[in-house]
């Protein structure tokens, strides 16, 4: 039925482009730690860093880079457990605060601040000294350790300023028992190391917290599946041991081992963890599954297409651990940032040991004053400002199959001035679908339409499954149909049960011919329009839709007008793209007419019709001369060039092929409305940024001058453990408020969209 008058489809078929670009691999823990600060390249000095954090708990279990290779071949790479790093500093800070608690009990000075006397006994007064020489040997060695990484690779940051000051405490401390002149400093050296170590436990809570997305992926994939055998049986394997072509059994309540096809089997599948959407899917045979997905209901039989790294939870986790890696732009400042802030700390160390040196001599004030500036100034807030956020950010987006390939273009889409969509299966569905009715005197359109549905009923073409699922979608009582012929090139021709009423009759049910084809059915047939028909025709041409006629009685009674679908969800995204001021515009190779039609339907600003694949970039270049900033809107394949030129590329509805290198985003569900999110995202993770950067380096403006001792003279003195308290008090806030993104609402109001769950 080459002649149903199918709607334009772009004629798409660009090559795909790999467009490269190049991230600092870093992990977001180790850079947390400020233990690790990535140069270009994967240089030596960022294996040895990394070697080196990971040496902070030899001994103890302590897997740095191993990564997790999961059954089916999920590899972490060199991704931090972080749950490793949390562990270690819970570890030592809890046998270091049980170390600490007999120095401060025996610390003279808290005995007379807190009105008590020790109870002594033999030896008491080397408590002190050999308790506060383990708590620095055992919960200050992992400081240290990271510090000297710092100096080995030059980019001296917060654990070197950590290090000098419990360094600067011990040193003297050590130097009074020996000579025993002056006070020591054992109490709040120990209190110092223990609020370090309960600040990082905390830190690396939040950051596990944060980046559990890969965690929370890996563990969808199950370590066995059900496998069905040439008998019939099914045998138990390994993940890793499914092949391409494997019959797999999923029962309910079972995870999907592999990626496949139903072959049996009526279900509803869960794929909230990797397409966000929380409503469970209807599977049917013939339908895809996703490795990873839960099976709630019936059991399913599913050949397997795709095991180990070729599928789709593969190449999402692939894609996470990429965005988790990449360094944003607000992460490059905060990293010089906190080198700055290290040498403005050693510069007001220096000044203050100069200045109370000269006003009151060297001894257990100027260490206190010098102790005291370096420990305010860490820059250990700051550090943790950026990555917590770009985690939290990471993992929000892919629970809502948003996959961030390329942390500058998320940044920068908070900035868009404009989005450009393309059209064929993107803001529409990419398929024919009935978009207007229209029937002679005496015939309704439910009429027409069974009539058609029915004659249609046994045609494969994708004309007949429009027209059939339209009448499906209005509830209509399709007739029997029989005598069904295939006329080429033409139509069909098919005998149904029609109502005689129609046709002058006395009102009941005749078998009668009828015949559903285009303009060439007509000819042959010398069948012609009526007025209504014809006017409807002349309507639907101008609007570039292909029409379809029912003729009954040797007289056209019926027509439709098919055209590419446009989905619902294409509304709202227009609609609320343009509530946050962006310009929408639309790519595509159909006609004028088409385009204008699809335009003017869904209110969009601007289009560009009958534009080739090839040439499609170039409507990206022009907008960006414009001084446009751009985002493009495709599928990942055909619009490659287009995705590589704009400033943020995303490709929609990629969810069984998530390796688009074209894009800097995936979205896997088809949605158009995922934009919106993406969008709403990236400016509420920035401002985020901000605040935390704000707080983290706001603070150290007032803090660090009174810790010098600037309000001395007012009687006003900030100890170095209560600025350890405070330091570790910032680093709670900028954590607590990173984790308020999670609040967010970043999906338009009132859409299916918004019952995704977070």
């Given at each position: 039925?080459?002649?149903?008058?199918?709607?334009?489809?772009?004629?798409?078929?660009?090559?795909?482009?790999?467009?490269?670009?190049?991230?600092?691999?870093?992990?977001?823990?180790?850079?947390?730690?400020?233990?690790?600060?990535?140069?270009?390249?994967?240089?030596?000095?960022?294996?040895?860093?990394?070697?080196?954090?990971?040496?902070?708990?030899?001994?103890?279990?302590?897997?740095?880079?191993?990564?997790?290779?999961?059954?089916?071949?999920?590899?972490?790479?060199?991704?931090?457990?972080?749950?490793?790093?949390?562990?270690?500093?819970?570890?030592?800070?809890?046998?270091?605060?049980?170390?600490?608690?007999?120095?401060?009990?025996?610390?003279?000075?808290?005995?007379?601040?807190?009105?008590?006397?020790?109870?002594?006994?033999?030896?008491?007064?080397?408590?002190?000294?050999?308790?506060?020489?383990?708590?620095?040997?055992?919960?200050?060695?992992?400081?240290?350790?990271?510090?000297?990484?710092?100096?080995?690779?030059?980019?001296?940051?917060?654990?070197?300023?950590?290090?000098?000051?419990?360094?600067?405490?011990?040193?003297?401390?050590?130097?009074?028992?020996?000579?025993?002149?002056?006070?020591?400093?054992?109490?709040?050296?120990?209190?110092?190391?223990?609020?370090?170590?309960?600040?990082?436990?905390?830190?690396?809570?939040?950051?596990?917290?944060?980046?559990?997305?890969?965690?929370?992926?890996?563990?969808?994939?199950?370590?066995?599946?059900?496998?069905?055998?040439?008998?019939?049986?099914?045998?138990?394997?390994?993940?890793?041991?499914?092949?391409?072509?494997?019959?797999?059994?999923?029962?309910?309540?079972?995870?999907?081992?592999?990626?496949?096809?139903?072959?049996?089997?009526?279900?509803?599948?869960?794929?909230?963890?990797?397409?966000?959407?929380?409503?469970?899917?209807?599977?049917?045979?013939?339908?895809?599954?996703?490795?990873?997905?839960?099976?709630?209901?019936?059991?399913?039989?599913?050949?397997?297409?795709?095991?180990?790294?070729?599928?789709?939870?593969?190449?999402?986790?692939?894609?996470?651990?990429?965005?988790?890696?990449?360094?944003?732009?607000?992460?490059?400042?905060?990293?010089?940032?906190?080198?700055?802030?290290?040498?403005?700390?050693?510069?007001?160390?220096?000044?203050?040991?100069?200045?109370?040196?000269?006003?009151?001599?060297?001894?257990?004030?100027?260490?206190?004053?010098?102790?005291?500036?370096?420990?305010?100034?860490?820059?250990?807030?700051?550090?943790?400002?950026?990555?917590?956020?770009?985690?939290?950010?990471?993992?929000?987006?892919?629970?809502?199959?948003?996959?961030?390939?390329?942390?500058?273009?998320?940044?920068?889409?908070?900035?868009?001035?404009?989005?450009?969509?393309?059209?064929?299966?993107?803001?529409?569905?990419?398929?024919?679908?009935?978009?207007?009715?229209?029937?002679?005197?005496?015939?309704?359109?439910?009429?027409?339409?069974?009539?058609?549905?029915?004659?249609?009923?046994?045609?494969?073409?994708?004309?007949?499954?429009?027209?059939?699922?339209?009448?499906?979608?209005?509830?209509?009582?399709?007739?029997?149909?029989?005598?069904?012929?295939?006329?080429?090139?033409?139509?069909?021709?098919?005998?149904?049960?029609?109502?005689?009423?129609?046709?002058?009759?006395?009102?009941?049910?005749?078998?009668?011919?009828?015949?559903?084809?285009?303009?060439?059915?007509?000819?042959?047939?010398?069948?012609?329009?009526?007025?209504?028909?014809?006017?409807?025709?002349?309507?639907?041409?101008?609007?570039?839709?292909?029409?379809?006629?029912?003729?009954?009685?040797?007289?056209?009674?019926?027509?439709?007008?098919?055209?590419?679908?446009?989905?619902?969800?294409?509304?709202?995204?227009?609609?609320?793209?343009?509530?946050?001021?962006i310009e929408v515009a639309m790519l595509t190779g159909d006609s004028e007419a088409v385009a204008r039609a699809v335009a003017d339907d869904l209110g969009i600003d601007t289009?560009?019709?009958?534009?080739?694949?090839?040439?499609?970039?170039?409507?990206?270049?022009?907008?960006?001369?414009?001084?446009?900033?751009?985002?493009?809107?495709?599928?990942?394949?055909?619009?490659?060039?287009?995705?590589?030129?704009?400033?943020?590329?995303?490709?929609?509805?990629?969810?069984?092929?998530?390796?688009?290198?074209?894009?800097?985003?995936?979205?896997?569900?088809?949605?158009?409305?995922?934009?919106?999110?993406?969008?709403?995202?990236?400016?509420?993770?920035?401002?985020?940024?901000?605040?935390?950067?704000?707080?983290?380096?706001?603070?150290?403006?007032?803090?660090?001058?009174?810790?010098?001792?600037?309000?001395?003279?007012?009687?006003?003195?900030?100890?170095?453990?209560?600025?350890?308290?405070?330091?570790?008090?910032?680093?709670?806030?900028?954590?607590?408020?990173?984790?308020?993104?999670?609040?967010?609402?970043?999906?338009?109001?009132?859409?299916?969209?918004?019952?995704?769950?977070?």
């Amino acid at each position: 039925m080459a002649d149903h008058q199918a709607a334009h489809e772009d004629d798409e078929h660009a090559s795909h482009a790999h467009h490269e670009r190049r991230t600092d691999r870093a992990c977001p823990g180790c850079r947390v730690c400020e233990c690790y600060r990535p140069t270009r390249g994967g240089t030596d000095a960022e294996r040895t860093a990394h070697a080196a954090h990971g040496a902070t708990d030899a001994g103890e279990g302590h897997d740095h880079g191993g990564g997790q290779d999961h059954d089916g071949g999920h590899d972490h790479g060199a991704m931090v457990d972080h749950s490793d790093h949390e562990a270690m500093f819970r570890r030592r800070f809890v046998v270091s605060l049980a170390l600490a608690i007999p120095v401060l009990y025996y610390s003279a000075s808290l005995q007379s601040w807190l009105g008590f006397t020790a109870v002594s006994v033999p030896g008491s007064e080397f408590v002190a000294p050999v308790f506060g020489v383990l708590v620095f040997a055992y919960g200050g060695i992992p400081f240290l350790r990271m510090g000297a990484v710092e100096v080995r690779n030059r980019e001296p940051g917060m654990m070197l300023l950590i290090s000098l000051a419990i360094t600067v405490s011990f040193v003297y401390s050590l130097g009074v028992v020996v000579s025993g002149v002056g006070e020591p400093f054992f109490w709040e050296l120990v209190t110092l190391i223990v609020i370090f170590l309960l600040g990082h436990w905390i830190e690396m809570r939040s950051v596990r917290r944060a980046s559990g997305a890969l965690d929370e992926l890996a563990d969808l994939m199950p370590d066995t599946a059900e496998r069905v055998t040439e008998a019939g049986e099914t045998e138990e394997v390994a993940v890793a041991d499914l092949a391409a072509g494997d019959l797999v059994l999923v029962r309910p309540g079972a995870n999907v081992p592999a990626d496949g096809v139903v072959e049996e089997g009526e279900s509803k599948v869960n794929e909230a963890l990797v397409t966000g959407e929380s409503a469970p899917v209807e599977k049917t045979p013939g339908d895809e599954v996703i490795g990873g997905t839960t099976n709630r209901s019936g059991s399913l039989r599913v050949r397997v297409t795709a095991t180990g790294e070729e599928t789709t939870l593969s190449g999402i986790m692939r894609l996470v651990e990429e965005a988790q890696r990449s360094r944003s732009r607000t992460q490059v400042l905060a990293d010089r940032a906190a080198g700055w802030l290290f040498y403005g700390a050693l510069g007001a160390a220096v000044v203050t040991a100069v200045a109370w040196t000269v006003a009151v001599g060297f001894g257990l004030t100027v260490v206190e004053r010098v102790v005291a500036v370096l420990v305010i100034a860490c820059p250990h807030a700051l550090g943790l400002a950026v990555p917590l956020v770009v985690a939290i950010n990471t993992s929000l987006a892919a629970r809502n199959g948003m996959l961030v390939r390329d942390r500058i273009a998320m940044e920068e889409a908070r900035n868009l001035d404009i989005v450009v969509f393309d059209k064929t299966g993107t803001l529409t569905k990419g398929e024919q679908g009935v978009v207007d009715v229209a029937t002679t005197d005496g015939w309704s359109e439910d009429d027409a339409l069974r009539l058609m549905a029915a004659a249609e009923g046994d045609s494969e073409h994708m004309i007949a499954a429009a027209i059939r699922e339209h009448a499906a979608e209005r509830g209509l009582d399709v007739p029997d149909a029989s005598g069904f012929e295939a006329l080429e090139g033409r139509g069909v021709r098919a005998t149904v049960e029609a109502d005689t009423a129609l046709v002058g009759g006395d009102g009941g049910t005749a078998e009668e011919t009828v015949y559903v084809g285009g303009p060439n059915l007509l000819r042959e047939m010398d069948v012609d329009r009526s007025e209504v028909i014809e006017s409807f025709t002349e309507e639907m041409g101008s609007l570039g839709r292909g029409v379809v006629y029912l003729v009954h009685g040797e007289r056209v009674v019926g027509a439709v007008a098919l055209a590419d679908v446009v989905r619902e969800e294409s509304r709202e995204a227009v609609d609320a793209l343009h509530a946050m001021g962006i310009e929408v515009a639309m790519l595509t190779g159909d006609s004028e007419a088409v385009a204008r039609a699809v335009a003017d339907d869904l209110g969009i600003d601007t289009y560009f019709a009958e534009v080739l694949p090839e040439d499609k970039d170039e409507k990206i270049v022009e907008l960006q001369r414009a001084g446009r900033l751009v985002a493009m809107v495709g599928d990942g394949v055909n619009d490659a060039p287009a995705l590589t030129r704009a400033d943020v590329g995303i490709a929609i509805g990629s969810g069984t092929d998530v390796a688009v290198e074209s894009a800097d985003v995936v979205l896997v569900e088809n949605d158009p409305r995922d934009v919106v999110a993406l969008v709403r995202l990236s400016k509420r993770s920035y401002r985020k940024m901000q605040e935390n950067l704000v707080w983290a380096a706001g603070y150290n403006v007032f803090a660090v001058p009174l810790a010098a001792g600037i309000l001395a003279p007012l009687g006003i003195l900030l100890s170095p453990a209560l600025g350890a308290v405070l330091m570790s008090a910032s680093t709670v806030i900028v954590a607590v408020n990173a984790q308020l993104l999670r609040r967010a609402d970043i999906r338009p109001q009132g859409g299916a969209l918004s019952g995704r769950g977070d």
